[in-house]
């Protein structure tokens, strides 16, 4: 009787592609595990990556000192006062009209222009003919380049006269509100609702652009599906490019919200300045961050410029604020997004 067991009687392995006997594994690779290449690019990943974390270290700390000298001095409670007065005796100023201006502004342009961005970007990638979306996405491409100043210009020259209407309606109909209440109906419409719709058409650009590049990544294979299984065009974005685009459409819309906080040439272009604080945002007048600075950097003194670093310190961690909850967000919706795809 044969006592072989199965496993010495099992032939030997084949190389399905030559057909013959595949040759036995000795032992490990030999040769070098690392090529010089490959250490070089890690060194100089790795010294970008510490570079930055030292430029950011380095602008906290600069602003933070600065801020301190000024905040220190201030008569003030300079969180929440409603006045600029670094100059005064004693100083007072803070920046809780500046705070509001650039939220309220940054929060306006976003309603606009994320719904509008979204739909853009998905009928260039799943609607729009090949022909069309080409000079289309080419066109969105570059109103991104334009200058701020090139904005600011033609919001003060054409956007504000052409807004006096609406601001009329909205007062009108929604004036009962408080919100859409205009307390001068004559004024020009040089107020917080105008920036938003100025700051909504300067981040249209980059919100559409990089929403678009994320749905065109969408597996292929679940929109296939969706269609043989009798789903309308609709259907088939609503359940499989929207999902996967979604992390994509949350970055895309902090990238447009960090030029909508510290957007200084255009605001300044066409904000009426003045520390004023109303809900009305249709009356001329408030600030926002860097706008106030713009304004305000040449004339300053010492101690004021030490005020404005302090206001830009502020801007600085409403900055990194957004872009942590942003990540937080994308990190915890990272299964559903289509990510790990």
């Given at each position: 009787m044969d006592t072989t067991s199965t496993s010495e009687k099992a032939p030997p392995p084949t190389d399905p592609a030559g057909g013959g006997t595949a040759a036995p594994a000795t032992g490990p690779v030999k040769g070098k595990a690392v090529r010089?290449?490959?250490?070089?690019?890690?060194?100089?990943?790795r010294g970008s990556g510490i570079t930055l974390l030292v430029i950011m270290a380095a602008i906290a700390g600069f602003l933070t000192y600065r801020a301190?000298?000024?905040?220190?001095?201030?008569?003030?409670?300079?969180?929440?006062?409603?006045?600029w007065n670094p100059q005064g005796d004693p100083p007072a100023f803070g920046i809780g009209i500046l705070a509001f201006g650039t939220i309220v502004s940054s929060l306006i342009a976003m309603i606009i222009a994320v719904p509008i961005a979204v739909g853009i970007a998905l009928f260039i990638s799943h609607y729009a003919p090949r022909r069309l979306a080409a000079p289309l996405a080419y066109v969105?491409?570059?109103l991104a380049a334009v200058p701020s100043i090139?904005?600011?210009?033609?919001?003060?020259?054409?956007?504000?006269?052409?807004?006096?209407?609406?601001?009329?309606w909205l007062d009108q109909f929604f004036g009962w509100t408080t919100v859409f209440e205009m307390s001068n109906p004559g004024s020009p419409a040089r107020s917080i609702f105008t920036v938003g719709i100025l700051l909504a058409i300067m981040i249209l650009p980059i919100i559409t652009n990089v929403s678009r590049e994320v749905f065109l990544q969408a597996p292929k294979m679940y929109e296939e599906a969706a269609l043989a299984l009798g789903a309308t065009r609709w259907e088939t974005i609503r359940t499989s490019v929207l999902p996967f685009g979604r992390s994509g459409i949350i970055s895309a819309s902090m990238l447009g919200l960090g030029r909508a906080l510290g957007e200084t040439m255009a605001v300044a272009t066409v904000l009426s300045p003045g520390f004023l604080f109303t809900w009305h945002i249709l009356d001329p007048g408030s600030g926002t961050f860097a706008q106030n600075i713009a304004a305000k950097f040449n004339e300053a003194d010492d101690f004021g410029r030490d005020a404005l670093i302090a206001s830009g310190l502020v801007l600085f961690v409403i900055t990194l604020v957004v872009n942590g909850a942003a990540r937080w967000i994308i990190a915890r919706r990272k299964e559903y997004s289509g990510a790990n795809a």
């Open positions: 010089p290449g490959d250490k070089v690019f890690l060194g100089l990943s301190s000298v000024a905040v220190s001095k201030d008569s003030v409670n300079f969180l929440t006062a409603f006045e969105i491409d570059l090139i904005y600011g210009l033609w919001g003060a020259l054409f956007l504000v006269p052409y807004l006096d209407g609406l601001t009329r």
